[in-house]
């Protein structure tokens, strides 16, 4: 069954450090896309990993040993953990509960949180990932707001805002385009 399934991975060493450099992320990302399809996401942080993806298939250990590769020279592979979720409830339970204990921690909560904003920013055009996680999201977010448990509130509000608002040369270009076509066709 078409689903959506993730593999999160956390290091049990204390230095806190990211499992790949953001350029590398990019690079593994167009691997996982080119190989699994294009509903993959990869969210690297100071904490761990998460990959998402949305499939009829478990690629989980796929997922495992291309990271285990991806990150073969930086990081000692005993201090990896891997928690594979293959369901949508799996996948919500963890997500929100990842975010429900980064709220305890303000400014890791901020980081993870605008991290989240720019990835679903940038993956416009995914139709089950982005918009399955953003509901899992939002979820949380109002839960911690009813209860008053939400750090930063302020500058979450002002990031979701910002990532929000229309290009204001967005209609500008587009109607320049349109004229341009419009005068090409005409001739």
């Known amino acids: 069954m078409e689903s959506i399934k993730s593999v999160n991975i956390r290091s049990i060493d204390f230095r806190r450090q990211l499992l790949m450099s953001s350029d590398m992320v990019a690079v593994f990302e167009s691997f996982l896309k080119e190989n699994i399809g294009n509903e993959v996401l990869v969210i690297n942080t100071n904490i761990g ?6 499939s009829n298939n478990d690629y989980s ?7 285990l590769l991806y990150t073969l020279t930086q990081i000692d592979r005993k201090t990896l953990k891997f ?3 293959q369901n949508k409830e799996e996948v919500c339970q963890s997500f929100c509960q990842a975010l429900v204990t980064f709220s305890q921690y303000p400014q890791i909560f ?10 679903k920013d940038k993956n416009k055009s995914s139709k089950f990932v ?5 509901s899992f999201f939002e979820k949380v977010l109002k839960e911690l707001l009813k209860t008053g448990k939400i750090p930063h509130y302020e500058k979450i509000k002002k990031a979701k805002s910002k990532s929000q608002k229309p290009n204001p040369y967005k209609n500008i270009i587009e109607n320049l385009i349109s004229e341009i076509l419009l005068k090409k066709h005409s001739n």
Do not use: Q, W
């Open 130 to 134: 982005i918009p399955i996680l953003d």
């Open 110 to 119: 901020l980081a993870y949180t605008k991290k989240f904003i720019h990835l």
């Open 49 to 54: 990993m998460e990959v998402y993806y949305f």
């Open 61 to 67: 250990i796929f997922i495992r040993e291309s990271i």
């Open 83 to 85: 928690k594979n979720n």
